[in-house]
């Protein structure tokens, strides 16, 4: 019994650095994926909030995760699905909408054909500025 | 033109870790409950390969405008205030409702 307590503190230890190093990777993400988007209205964001939004979304994905994994155990299956990700968009008609027609366009890049290329980049340009809308 | 977005992989590192942790706490939960003696690491069993590749992808896009969406709000807020910087004020402004959509 006493062994079994220290392999957990010794897991919890592991599983902390891991969640550290993620977390470190994840807000170099976010940072690019910010400083893109804040240039394109014009503006700057201080270091402190882009910690928080990093966190947050990283929150955020650890939630994400667990609601995809119960979606699919619920649907009795063994790996996840776009639907299910889909699904865990429900709250905002206009996101899941955006991540359907994004998931469609992913479905036609399989058969990777030429003239579906040009429609995806109008179809996500659409997408993003149809989410902007979202506030009243 | 490219569009940033999140790594595959890493999302992907970010499910398997939150997967591992419940499949973990859900083994432990199960022998206190049966009592079984014998615990070595469990986790193998219940470790799912889930994660089909296009859910991942889904999942970076739905990150990204999680973030994009964050930011843009944030920046409507302070280009009405009339700053040039995204700051706290700003943020948390727009972070109920942020919250609520997601």
């Known amino acids: 019994m006493a062994s079994d307590v220290e392999r957990g503190e010794e897991e919890e230890e592991e599983e902390e650095s891991a969640s550290e190093l993620l977390r470190d990777r994840f807000r170099l993400c976010t940072i690019s994926i910010a400083e893109t988007e804040a240039k394109r209205n014009g503006m700057e964001i201080s270091q402190p909030i882009m910690a928080c939004i990093s966190d947050l979304a990283f929150k955020y994905a650890k939630q994400l995760a667990r609601d995809v994994e119960l979606f699919a155990q619920h649907a009795g299956r063994k790996s996840i699905n776009m639907e299910d990700v889909i699904l865990s968009a429900h709250r905002n008609d206009h996101l899941s909408a955006s991540l359907r027609s994004f998931s469609n366009n992913l479905k036609a890049k399989e058969p990777q054909s030429d003239r579906k290329r040009k429609k995806i980049t109008k179809k996500e340009d659409k997408a993003a500025k149809e989410v902007l809308h979202i506030d009243s | ?102």
């Not at chain 2, 049966?34 to 470790?47: C, M, Q």
């Not at chain 2, 969406?69 to 943020?91: D, M, N, V, Y």
């Open chain 2, 1 to 102: 033109m490219e569009e940033k977005t999140f790594d595959p992989d890493l999302i992907r590192a970010i499910f398997k870790l939150v997967w591992e942790k419940r499949g973990a706490e859900r083994e432990k939960n199960q022998l206190s409950e049966n009592e079984a003696e014998a615990g070595p690491s469990t986790t193998k069993r219940s470790r799912q390969i889930p994660a089909n590749g296009n859910a991942l992808k889904l999942s970076c896009e739905l990150l990204r405008v999680f973030v994009a969406e964050a930011i843009q709000r944030a920046a409507a807020i302070a280009e009405a205030e009339g700053s040039l910087k995204i700051e706290a004020t700003h943020l948390e402004r727009i972070l109920p409702q942020l919250l609520l959509d997601f």
